[in-house]
């Protein structure tokens, strides 16, 4: 996600380009935030701390990318504050990125 994130700042030259980052970054924590159908949990880890007397829990989740790139597609065509041009730049990163996959896959 972080390697998506930074492509799309370095393409995004432009006099918004802040604005439109800005919009992208939402977009990531949005669909951080969502609950997916696609993620399962590979492992937990929980840490106790008898000074301090609580827990810490460590939680490992997968996804598949193309499953988080076609979310993320579907996420940024609802939100309403991503402009046409903008989602374009978006639509664009995000159908590279699922090219790779696809690649990697074969």
Do not use: H, W
């Amino acid at each position: 996600m972080k390697q998506v994130a930074d492509q799309y700042l370095g393409q995004t030259e432009n006099e918004r380009a802040a604005d439109v980052a800005d919009k992208f970054q939402s977009l990531v924590r949005q669909v951080m935030n969502t609950d997916m159908a696609d993620l399962r949990k590979i492992g937990q880890e929980k840490f106790y701390n008898e000074k301090a007397q609580s827990y810490t829990v460590f939680i490992a989740y997968e996804i598949k990318k193309n499953a988080m790139f076609r979310f993320m597609k579907k996420q940024a065509r609802v939100d309403n504050t991503i402009d046409e041009r903008q989602l374009e730049l978006i639509d664009k990163i995000l159908d590279e990125e699922l090219k790779k996959v696809e690649e990697d896959e074969n």
